[in-house]
């Protein structure tokens, strides 16, 4: 397992807190009150870790098929409808989405591969990732990326606690599947529009592997 580069900053200041406040705890609380500082130590440590779980990269085996769109995020399997699609195809299309907890490895990874033919930035609101109007209203950050079987729009969308989305990728750019193209602090949700007719190989509530699990087919 190693650390997103991401969280370097993060963790360095969190462990820094950590350090400082504990010091300061046992040096001045323990004589009297030990039980106060034992429970400063607990919680901030508990923060530190969680903050250590969250930036991870678990080494895993990748799913690399060009028949196949891989999952770009870990997570659960909350969408999977057709629907008009007013920001890049407005047409018809298959939105299967995946929603990140705090707990889940929050790396984004391509679902294709192929040419990044739009990358646009949203501001917006910060809605519960779950929420039905949150693919159009809140902060989000949308890739179509273009290849022999057809496009494909993914989205990384912000959520009540995700406050900053990162995304590497530009129009014209040449990716690979399942190379990392973003990553979301702090939960959120990542939507994949796909033509009608794509064979859809996950169900609902499914929990799924972001660059593993398969998510459909191309027909």
Same mark, same amino acid.
């Given at each position: 397992?190693?650390?997103?580069?991401?969280?370097?900053? &993060?963790?360095?200041?969190?462990?820094?807190?950590?350090?400082?406040?504990?010091?300061?705890?046992?040096?001045? @609380?323990?004589?009297?009150?030990? #039980?106060?500082?034992?429970?400063?130590?607990?919680?901030?440590? !508990?923060?530190?870790? !969680?903050?250590?779980?969250?930036?991870?990269?678990?080494? $895993?085996?990748?799913? @690399?098929?060009?028949?196949?769109? @891989?999952?770009?995020?870990?997570?659960?399997?909350?969408?999977?409808?057709? $629907? +008009?699609?007013?920001?890049?195809?407005?047409?018809? $299309? +298959?939105?299967? *989405?995946?929603?990140?907890?705090?707990?889940? /490895?929050?790396?984004?990874?391509?679902?294709?591969?192929?040419? /990044?033919?739009?990358?646009?930035?949203?501001?917006?609101?910060?809605?519960?990732? #779950?929420?039905? =109007?949150?693919?159009?209203?809140?902060?989000? #950050? *949308?890739?179509?990326?273009?290849?022999?079987?057809?496009?494909?729009?993914?989205?990384?969308?912000?959520?009540?606690?995700?406050?900053?989305?990162?995304?590497?990728?530009?129009?014209?750019?040449?990716?690979?599947?399942?190379?990392?193209?973003?990553?979301?602090?702090?939960?959120?949700?990542?939507?994949?529009?796909?033509?009608?007719? &794509? =064979?859809?190989?996950?169900?609902?509530?499914?929990?799924?592997?972001?660059?593993? &699990? /398969?998510?459909?087919? #191309?027909?």
């Amino acid at each position: 397992m190693t650390i997103h580069r991401e969280g370097y900053r &993060t963790i360095g200041i969190a462990a820094l807190i950590f350090g400082v406040l504990n010091v300061l705890s046992f040096t001045f @609380i323990s004589a009297e009150m030990n #039980w106060l500082s034992l429970s400063i130590f607990a919680v901030t440590l !508990f923060i530190l870790l !969680f903050l250590i779980s969250f930036f991870r990269i678990p080494e $895993r085996k990748l799913t @690399i098929n060009e028949n196949q769109i @891989i999952c770009p995020a870990d997570g659960k399997v909350v969408v999977i409808e057709e $629907r +008009i699609d007013e920001e890049y195809f407005n047409d018809k $299309r +298959i939105q299967v *989405s995946i929603f990140m907890s705090p707990a889940n /490895v929050h790396v984004n990874r391509n679902p294709v591969s192929g040419e /990044v033919v739009y990358n646009k930035y949203h501001k917006g609101k910060y809605l519960v990732a #779950w929420h039905p =109007k949150s693919s159009t209203e809140n902060e989000r #950050w *949308s890739v179509a990326v273009k290849n022999d079987h057809g496009t494909i729009l993914y989205k990384q969308i912000a959520g009540a606690l995700a406050k900053r989305i990162c995304n590497y990728t530009s129009v014209g750019e040449q990716v690979k599947q399942c190379e990392e193209y973003g990553f979301i602090k702090f939960g959120s949700r990542v939507d994949v529009l796909l033509p009608v007719g &794509t =064979k859809i190989d996950v169900a609902l509530n499914q929990v799924v592997k972001g660059g593993v &699990t /398969v998510l459909a087919s #191309w027909s």
